[in-house]
């Protein structure tokens, strides 16, 4: 008896790790059956991107059935994946869709066209920073925002807006993250994480905020 509750065990367990579907695991091969390196991809509601190995691999970690896997053919298209329980997906590309099997199928998924987004120039968007692969704050900022400058100084990276002027020693702009202001970049990049970021806007004109936007301000609004 106590063996056969042990087996009953083991199945429930068993088919509780399949609901969960921790890792997975994948290839993407082109028409021709041969492996396709720096294929972009990404779980649907996280911000990390990753890209396809020399061989054409990849691996998802912490992925559940019900989440959905956006592989990015081109910049233009996206195909949407459904993970449904699979452990290893070996995704074939074709001209207009991709495609995959299962134990029971071959599932077609089509691509379809990424809205093109009408940006403004000092304001990056969730929707912006989703299609781009940045790690954080600083790297978010970077070649992102028309007039604002990165640069390494003094063993720090800091920020400076074209055209800006000050009234004290430092030419870095006013950052405000999450309603708290933080007087460097170096500070803001520490205090908040780029998957909680909901958008970034840049005023070159910080008059509002008096002595201390004299550099320009930079909003870094939160989830």
């Known amino acids: 008896m106590k063996y056969r509750i042990l087996v009953l065990l083991s199945v429930i367990l068993v088919s509780l790790a399949g609901i969960a579907q921790d890792n997975v695991t994948g290839v993407v ?43 990015y053919p081109n910049r233009k298209l996206v195909a949407y994946v459904p993970m449904s329980g699979i452990p290893t997906y070996t995704i074939h590309l074709g001209k207009n ?25 000092n304001i990056i968007t969730y929707e912006r920073i989703q299609q781009l692969d940045v790690n954080n704050l600083i790297d978010l900022l970077r070649g992102n925002i028309a007039g604002l400058q990165i640069n390494y100084s003094d063993g720090q990276m800091k920020a400076s807006i074209r055209g800006s002027s000050s009234f004290t020693l430092s030419t870095e702009p006013l950052f405000i993250v999450g ?16 998957e909680d970021i909901r958008e970034v ?4 004109d910080g008059s509002e905020y008096g002595m201390k936007g004299a550099n320009g301000v930079i909003i870094i609004r939160i989830k």
């Open 29 to 71: 091969l082109n028409e021709k059956g041969k492996p396709v390196k720096k294929i972009k991809m990404r779980v649907k509601g996280r911000m990390k991107m990753l890209s396809t190995s020399s061989k054409g691999t990849f691996e998802l970690g912490n992925v559940k059935i019900g989440d959905t896997l956006l592989v």
């Open 97 to 121: 869709s991709l495609c995959y099997a299962t134990s029971e199928k071959t599932i077609t998924c089509m691509y379809q066209k990424i809205p093109e987004q009408t940006y403004n120039s």
């Open 201 to 204: 806007e840049i005023k070159k």
């Open 179 to 194: 309603g708290t202001e933080y007087n460097s970049l170096e500070e803001a990049n520490n205090a908040v994480s780029v």
